[in-house]
């Protein structure tokens, strides 16, 4: 069975001023390079990204990358856009779908490797989600069957809101360290995050 991946990357990036978070450079490329990359090196298959606000510039960042790039036009009406594109891009013979947020570059194989071992819909595990320390984080994965629910989601809001009644089939996968808490908002987010990557690049070093 295969599992897709959706990298929303359509935002607005609007706490960042002038600049786009995801083209801003982390290490030796981009930051949704880097994302990208991730899911990839994890084995999902396709790896769609979702583009709205600065298209061709992020078109550009994931030149050379086996990936489809989906527009969405409607991307100023927020999160849930992005994710009904995304959607709609994949095809009938995915059986699941890992939703990763583009500006979430810490997000390692590590991490998305046990929520696809954990998947398993007929042992009610249809939907894993990432926790460190009993906070839920991202990305999420959904199966299949949720698809048609996702496309009808409308405004600035993520998936979230349909777990109150899916909680039955929600798995909670325990991670090994807060990646899947960080995400990139501020500048001062950005600071930090080329901090925490200088020192673990410098321990793979060691």
């Not at 390079?33 to 769609?48: E, N």
């Not at 990305?139 to 496309?151: D, E, I, K, N, T």
């Not at 807060?178 to 793979?204: G, P, S, W």
């Given at each position: 069975?295969?599992v897709?991946?959706?990298i929303?990357?359509?935002?607005?990036?609007?706490r960042?001023?002038?600049v786009?978070?995801?083209?801003?450079s982390?290490?030796?490329?981009?930051?949704?390079?880097?994302?990208?990359?991730?899911?990839?090196?994890?084995?999902?298959?396709?790896?769609?990204?979702v583009?709205?606000?600065?298209?061709?510039?992020?078109?550009?960042?994931?030149?050379?990358?086996?990936?489809?790039?989906?527009?969405?036009?409607?991307?100023e009406?927020?999160?849930?856009?992005?994710?009904?594109?995304?959607?709609?891009?994949?095809?009938?013979?995915?059986g699941a779908?890992?939703?990763?947020?583009?500006?979430?570059?810490?997000?390692?194989?590590?991490?998305?490797?046990?929520?696809?071992?954990?998947?398993?819909?007929?042992?009610?595990?249809?939907?894993?989600?990432?926790?460190?320390?009993?906070?839920?984080?991202n990305?999420?994965?959904?199966?299949?069957?949720?698809?048609?629910?996702?496309?009808?989601?409308?405004?600035?809001?993520?998936?979230?809101?349909?777990?109150?009644?899916l909680?039955?089939q929600?798995?909670?996968?325990?991670?090994?360290?807060?990646?899947?808490?960080?995400?990139?908002?501020?500048?001062?987010d950005?600071?930090?995050?080329l901090?925490?990557?200088a020192h673990?690049?410098?321990?793979?070093?060691?």
């Amino acid at each position: 069975m295969e599992v897709a991946a959706v990298i929303l990357a359509a935002g607005l990036s609007s706490r960042m001023a002038s600049v786009n978070k995801l083209l801003m450079s982390l290490g030796d490329r981009p930051v949704i390079r880097r994302v990208v990359q991730t899911a990839l090196d994890a084995g999902l298959d396709p790896v769609i990204v979702v583009v709205g606000h600065d298209r061709e510039t992020l078109r550009a960042a994931l030149q050379g990358l086996p990936v489809r790039i989906v527009g969405n036009d409607d991307y100023e009406e927020g999160l849930a856009s992005s994710i009904r594109a995304g959607v709609a891009a994949i095809g009938t013979d995915v059986g699941a779908a890992v939703f990763l947020l583009g500006d979430m570059p810490l997000i390692a194989p590590r991490h998305l490797g046990p929520l696809l071992a954990a998947f398993a819909p007929a042992e009610g595990r249809s939907i894993c989600i990432p926790t460190y320390r009993t906070q839920r984080g991202n990305p999420v994965l959904w199966s299949a069957q949720y698809f048609p629910r996702l496309l009808e989601l409308r405004g600035d809001q993520g998936a979230r809101v349909l777990l109150h009644d899916l909680t039955d089939q929600i798995f909670e996968v325990e991670m090994p360290d807060d990646a899947v808490l960080v995400d990139i908002d501020t500048q001062a987010d950005l600071d930090v995050m080329l901090i925490r990557f200088a020192h673990a690049e410098a321990k793979d070093v060691h």
